[in-house]
């Protein structure tokens, strides 16, 4: 086998697919050999080395009071100059919250000031603030870069380059952070409420500054809409890149379809806690079925329900088995197999009560339909059947008396 | 797992606050450090002077599309390589990574571990990178400067070479 296919399957071995004995062999070989690499390290550990590490701060400058007086006396100028010269800082950033705190559609074209810094990038997407939804597509060159969803706190994300689908039930999980997985108008958005601004009247606008950390954003505002059509950002005080809004449309509301990831067969799912880690099992145990749960009824198919309390490292779960169908009852933490079900085709079903549910269609032929019930979410997985039987299972979920 | 802008801004962030940098990839380093040095106290030390060389340091660098964890593990590899001149020999402590009920296995461990430190250093970070750290090759590309199929190449040969190592040796099932 040449080499270079057979790298490949090397790397389908590692990730515990089917591969060529050779490449198996060897994954097997490289597992080994980096096992004793495979320890933690302890936090405590962690914070000890750094205390170690660290060099000691420097002790505060004693400023001298003559410098003292005439830095009070400058502040006393400035605070008089603000009371006569009124200026609109905060008029402007609430008019400029306003105009986006309603659904929009949203296209940047986002180019590096200077060449080579990164590749330019097309982001659009929808963000509906009310919600806490927002879906967004960075794409280069016609190429798919990345798709972020974000619900409330939980993000998840799909990476081209490794065609990895990251799902994490707090956006601090990535290394990037929580804004970092932002598109910068919601950046900016989100940091207008921080009353940061600095304010500049332009011809026919404003330009608003923002963050007073090591970047800066640099917006350009429409004088009659309020609406961002430039930002730049700044890094002690040289531009770093230049986003130009193409689009940005107002919606009363998006439907559920403008938020929903594609369907990305192959790709491997991680799923994180708020740290980082991969999430898992910690512990199982059997309970009645509590009260007020989202349910089958008593029986199901024939089948009587067997209820667990599953308890993962970033939360826990019901789980309600009736033979080869799952019901899962969840809040925090979405269960992996619902989470590693994401990546397949979806479809989009109104059940008899007006309950909206998605369908995914996953590699395994397995169907999971996450309903939003009375409050409540759950999902239904199914090891056999079709699409109409985790519908109709759907439509029969009810509340636990 | 990060393009474009995003890189820029955790490289930024985590240039401003090393207490952060420190925090997410000390751990990371630490294991990197073990590996080449057989010696997991010695990892500590060392990983220890990586730090102090980066809080020195990382304030000024440049972005050049790459991540700061690069950085890291470029000085780290560089310390490596003058601790191990310097002692001129190797060091077989495999410390917590022992077995404890399989002599006939931690046998096969050491000459394992051992082949693992002879691989080019090149190797050893792939190797470390994918199968310790658990890390995408999108991700291990980034901290190498190289291209995914480059990684997944040095890979490859990483397991060729050991596998050679262990048959020199007359080792030959590690599953």
């Known amino acids: 086998m040449p080499e270079r296919a057979l790298a490949l399957e090397l790397d389908r071995a590692l990730a515990g697919e089917d591969a060529a004995d050779e490449a198996r062999e060897l994954a097997a070989l490289l597992v080994a050999a980096s096992e004793p690499s495979r320890f933690e390290v302890p936090a405590a550990e962690v914070e000890a080395a750094l205390v170690r590490t660290q060099p000691p701060r420097r002790a505060p400058v004693r400023r001298r009071p003559r410098l003292v007086v005439a830095f009070a006396a400058a502040l006393a100028v400035a605070a008089v100059a603000a009371l006569v010269l009124h200026t609109p800082t905060a008029d402007v950033e609430a008019k400029a919250a306003a105009a986006l705190d309603r659904t929009y559609f949203v296209v940047e074209d986002v180019r590096p000031a200077r060449p080579g810094l990164f590749r330019a990038t097309v982001v659009s997407g929808t963000v509906d603030p009310s919600r806490g939804l927002g879906h967004w597509t960075a794409s280069s060159g016609g190429d798919v870069l990345s798709e972020t969803r974000v619900e409330g706190d939980r993000v998840t994300r799909w990476d081209a380059a490794s065609n990895t689908l990251t799902t994490a039930e707090s956006c601090s999980a990535f290394a990037s952070g ?9 950046l900016y958005r989100r940091t207008l409420g921080s009353g940061t601004g600095e304010i500049r009247r332009l011809r026919g606008g404003w330009e608003i500054t923002l963050g007073g950390g090591r970047v800066e954003q640099i917006v350009t505002v429409d004088g009659k809409t309020y609406l961002p059509t430039r930002i730049e950002w700044r890094d002690d005080g040289r531009p770093v ?16 379809e403008a938020f929903a990831l594609r369907p990305h067969p192959g790709a491997r799912v991680r799923h994180l806690d708020a740290t980082g880690k991969p999430v898992r099992v910690e512990s199982t145990h059997a309970v009645d079925v509590p009260r007020g749960a989202l349910w089958l009824g008593p029986t199901w198919n024939g089948f009587l329900p067997h209820a667990e309390q599953v308890r993962f490292s970033a939360g826990s779960a019901l789980r309600i088995r009736y033979g080869p169908t799952t019901v899962w009852n969840y809040e925090k933490v979405v269960p992996p197999e619902v989470a590693a079900a994401r990546v397949g085709f979806a479809k989009t079903a109104t059940l008899r009560r007006g309950v909206v549910a998605r369908i ?5 032929g397995a169907i999971v339909s996450d309903v939003e019930l009375q409050g409540r979410r ?10 109409e039987d985790v519908v109709g299972a759907a439509e029969s979920l009810t509340r636990a008396p | 797992m990060e393009e474009g802008l995003d890189a820029y801004r955790t490289f930024r962030r985590e240039q401003g606050d090393f207490e952060a940098l420190f925090r997410a990839h000390y751990a990371e380093i630490v294991r990197y450090l073990a590996a080449r040095l057989g010696s997991r106290d010695d990892a500590s030390d060392l990983a220890s002077e990586v730090f102090a060389e980066a809080w020195r340091r990382v304030p000024g660098l440049q972005w050049r599309g790459r991540p700061v964890r690069a950085w890291l593990y470029r ?5 490596a390589a003058d601790e191990l001149r310097r002692r001129g020999r190797e060091s077989y402590d495999l410390g917590e990574a022992e077995a404890p009920d399989a002599t006939e296995r931690v046998a096969d461990r050491v000459v394992l571990a051992r082949a693992l430190r002879e691989l080019p250093p090149e190797y050893q970070l792939v190797v470390h990178l994918r199968l310790v750290e658990g ?10 400067g190289k291209s995914v199929g480059a990684c997944q190449m040095l890979l490859l040969r990483a397991g060729k070479l050991l596998r050679e190592s262990l048959e020199r040796e007359g080792v030959r099932e590690h599953a």
């Open chain 1, 178 to 186: 929580c804004a970092d997985v932002l598109d910068p108008v919601e």
């Open chain 2, 75 to 79: 000085v780290a590899a560089n310390m």
């Open chain 2, 135 to 144: 890390q995408p090759f999108a991700d291990v590309a980034r901290v190498m």
């Open chain 1, 378 to 387: 759950a999902a239904i997985v199914t090891a056999a059947g079709g699409k």
């Open chain 1, 241 to 256: 890149s230049v986003i130009r809004i193409v689009t940005l449309d107002r919606h009363a509301r998006a439907d559920a």
């Open chain 1, 360 to 364: 995914y269609f996953t590699d395994r």
